[in-house]
Every structure is written in structure tokens, then in C-alpha cells.
């Protein structure tokens, strides 16, 4: 059974830096594309960043330069190394496995980070 | 800046059938942008529902549907149920990695 176990949340202060993690099992992170997606209290979904399976980046411009993507095979875990932290990075960030056409098809419980 | 448009609310009434849009601003939706649509409770994960514009994922009811409709993609309710009422999000994948999400259409049974 393919899932995705997000920790690493909590309150941090504008300015500061914190790492998600993300703990995949029942599948290889490494042979896949892998997905951050957030969603700001009462808003709407935004896509974050991407992994793929050889390890090359994409962000969003919202994040590019503050935010780093990388995983740990030997772990089967991914990370979301996110600095400069500001207020509107508030949000409840899920990792999510692309799928067939570019498709989110598993999700996690998703994590919540609050800079306050 | 890519942006996705969605209906912010939309209304059906039991047994009904609606039909959400997700548009670009500038250009036409084509299967070309694989355009997914994922539902979210409150309190929850989103679900998937539709990708590659058509597909439904395993165990997806077949009341949901998705298409291309003129120049945007959408996603078809049939026979809407109470437990339909939710959030529904589609995503449009712009190359290079990056996705897109619409705003998010609210949707009410009643």
C-alpha cells in the first residue's frame, strides 16, 4: 500500500528556516516523480516544487531560492528544506506522487507550518 | 504569471447534474495540458478524481467525468449525491515540471 507520512512542522518566526519531511513507503521515491503542494488556511492549493526520479528541481517562483527539494533513498524519504521563512509561507504543505499525465495520485495527511 | 480559473461556487441540487470549468487567461485548454481535477473536504488530503482530462482514478465513481468543452477543461457531475459537496481543484501542467491549480470551485448540493 503506496503513503505518504509528512512531519517537521510547527511555528517558526519570520526569517527562520525549517525541514519537512516526508516518509513514502510502498513504493521508491528515487523511481519517481515526487510533488510539494501547499494550501494557505482558507485558500486554495499551490504547487511548490518538484523531484524527478534522476533528481532534477522545479520550484515555483514563490519559493525559488528559499526552498530546497531533495530525498534520501536509503530512507525512501523526501525533504523540503524551506529558509527565509515568511508569513505567507503559512500553510498546511502536503507531498503528493505524480502519477500517469502529470496527475497527483498520492497524497499525505499533510504538515502544518506556521511563521508567526 | 499562469493563471488557472475555476468558479469560485457553484450550486446543484440533488440528483442533478453540473458542470465545472477550469480555463486559462489567455489560451485554450487542450488535452496537451493534462488537466487533472482533485476533490478536498475540509480537514482532509485532496482526492483524485480525473486525470490526463478524461481518466477517473480507481474506485472514482462514474457520475464524475472529465472533457475538453470549448476552450476549457471540465468536470461533469451526474446525479449529484450530498456527500459530492466538497471542494474541487484542477491542475494544469505547464511543462518544465511546473503545475499550475486553479483557484478551486466550492461546490454546494442542496
Known amino acids: 500500500e503506496v503513503q505518504l507520512v509528512e512531519s517537521g512542522g510547527g511555528l517558526i518566526q519570520p526569517g527562520g528556516s525549517l525541514r519537512l519531511s516526508c516518509a513514502a513507503s510502498g513504493f521508491t521515491v528515487n523511481s519517481n516523480y515526487m510533488s510539494w503542494v501547499r494550501q494557505a488556511p482558507g485558500k486554495g492549493l499551490e504547487w511548490v516544487s518538484v523531484i524527478y526520479s534522476g533528481g532534477t528541481t522545479y520550484y515555483a517562483d514563490s519559493v525559488k531560492g528559499r526552498f530546497t527539494f531533495s530525498r534520501d533513498t536509503s530512507k525512501n524519504t523526501l525533504y523540503l528544506q524551506m529558509s527565509s521563512l515568511r508569513v505567507e509561507d503559512t500553510a498546511v504543505y502536503y507531498c503528493a506522487r505524480i502519477g500517469s499525465a502529470w496527475s497527483f495520485d498520492y497524497w499525505g495527511q499533510g504538515n502544518l507550518v506556521t511563521v508567526s | 504569471q499562469t493563471v488557472v480559473t475555476q468558479e469560485p461556487s457553484f450550486s446543484v441540487s440533488p440528483g442533478g447534474t453540473v458542470t465545472l470549468t477550469c480555463g486559462l487567461t489567455?489560451?485554450?485548454?487542450?488535452?496537451?495540458?493534462?488537466p487533472s481535477w482533485y476533490q478536498q473536504t475540509p480537514g482532509q488530503a485532496p482526492r483524485t478524481l480525473i486525470y490526463?482530462?478524461?481518466t477517473r482514478s480507481s474506485g472514482v465513481p462514474d457520475r464524475f467525468s472529465g472533457s475538453i468543452l470549448g476552450n476549457k477543461a471540465a468536470l461533469t457531475i451526474t446525479g449529484a449525491q450530498a456527500d459530492d459537496e466538497s471542494d474541487y481543484y484542477c491542475v494544469l501542467y505547464m511543462g518544465n515540471g511546473i503545475s499550475v491549480f486553479g483557484g478551486g470551485t466550492k461546490l454546494t448540493v442542496l
Open positions: 489567455s489560451v485554450s485548454v487542450s488535452t496537451s495540458y493534462f
Open positions: 490526463n482530462t478524461n
